[in-house]
């Protein structure tokens, strides 16, 4: 059974980091593609950041570009997003999820999701 388990969300200041985690079993993450997406109140599921499963390339929205960094643990089977200059308007639930195809950072090309956690920036 698949299990993707995040972790990390939480209160933040402006300007402050967070590190999200999502741990994995059921499936190796090296062999996958991976991705963190995000959902703020009454938006749609967006793509934050991706690594395709094809050729290992990077995907950041322009949103998060020079402030995110996804990466992942292959011994730890775990992956993470680091947040660093956090805003307002990256408050929202955050999920990660995995693939065995997908090349892109579109949540309909991802079939395992973990069950999200809260990230709120507010002063």
């Known amino acids: 059974q698949v299990q993707l388990v995040e972790s990390g969300g939480g209160l933040v200041q402006p300007g402050g980091s967070l590190r999200l985690s999502c741990a994995a079993s059921?499936?190796?993450?090296?062999?996958?593609?991976i991705g963190w997406f995000r959902q703020a109140p009454g938006k749609e599921r967006e793509g934050v950041s991706c690594i395709s499963s094809s050729d290992g390339s990077t995907y950041y929205a322009d949103s998060v570009k020079g402030r995110f960094t996804i990466s992942r643990d292959n011994a730890k089977n775990t992956m993470y997003l680091q947040m660093h200059s956090l805003k307002p308007e990256d408050t929202a639930v955050y999920f990660c999820a995995a693939d065995p195809l997908s090349k892109s950072c579109l949540p309909k090309a991802y079939d395992y999701w973990g069950q999200g956690t809260q990230v709120t920036v507010s002063s």
């Open positions: 059921g499936l190796t993450l090296d062999y996958y593609a």
